[in-house]
T-cell receptor, first 117, second 114 residues
Framework: AQSVTQLDSHVSVSEGTPVLLRCNYS??????LFWYVQHPNKGLQLLLK??????LVKGINGFEAEFKKSETSFHLTKPSAHMSDAAEYFC???????????????FGKGTKLSVIP | ETGVTQTPRHLVMGMTNKKSLKCEQH?????MYWYKQSAKKPLELMFV???????ENNSVPSRFSPECPNSSHLFLHLHTLQPEDSALYLC?????????????FGQGTRLTVV
């Protein structure tokens, strides 16, 4: 079984300051991990993904995340927040469901990021 | 634009109505998914189709009935819904590969049951 815990339901930062959104996971297999972003009234857009290559993953819009197996973490960071970053962010873990033969995505509950001017 | 299109974007229906949600993808993917997103709850996987065959039904009530006529189209037929079924319904598609594929999501249908 796999699970994802996003440690903060809401994070508020000032524009131009760093962003840290925390995510811990558990998985029976070697997981793949993703971060998605959802702007109001929009679908989910992939920010970045980790699939057992480099542990530091760079994504779109200046975001990056580091896979730390010893800490079972995959925190999302950005050096300098922009107003357009205000959205909800979802950490997702995926591993193969041996029964169905398909990949199962398990979503965290989401972290709402507010950016203060 | 992700390449996954959902219609309608908004839907209001009574509890005795029958309606359908439509999802279309032209990305050449062979897996399609329905998710339910309710306020303050994690995304819930409802159905999975691989190569047009349903491979997952996460204990979804029978008032939700999926249909996948081909690998580009996915429907969710709705009947006798309850107010608690009001939510954002998201369709996604992905490519079945050896490594975990990312899912591409549509913009969702905001459903309100009155």
């Amino acid at each position: 079984a796999q699970s994802v815990t996003q440690l903060d339901s809401h994070v508020s930062v000032s524009e131009g300051t760093p962003v840290l959104l925390r995510c811990n996971y558990s998985s029976s297999y070697s997981p793949s991990l993703f971060w998605y972003v959802q702007h109001p009234n929009k679908g989910l857009q992939l920010l970045l993904k980790y699939t057992s290559a480099a542990t530091l993953v760079k994504g779109i819009n200046g975001f990056e995340a580091e896979f730390k197996k010893s800490e079972t973490s995959f925190h999302l960071t950005k050096p300098s927040a922009h107003m357009s970053d205000a959205a909800e962010y979802f950490c997702v873990v995926s591993d193969r469901d041996s029964g169905a033969g398909s990949y199962q995505l398990t979503f965290g509950k989401g972290t709402k990021l507010s950016v203060i001017p | 634009e992700t390449g996954v299109t959902q219609t309608p974007r908004h839907l209001v229906m009574g509890m005795t109505n029958k309606k359908s949600l439509k999802c279309e993808q032209h990305l050449g993917h062979n897996a399609m998914y329905w998710y339910k997103q309710s306020a303050k709850k994690p995304l819930e996987l409802m159905f999975v189709y691989n190569f047009k065959e349903q491979t997952e039904n996460n204990s979804v009530p029978s008032r939700f009935s999926p249909e996948c006529p081909n690998s580009s189209h996915l429907f969710l037929h709705l009947h006798t819904l309850q107010p608690e079924d009001s939510a954002l319904y998201l369709c996604a598609s992905s490519e079945l590969t050896r490594t975990a594929p990312e899912a591409f999501f549509g913009q969702g249908t905001r459903l309100t049951v009155v």
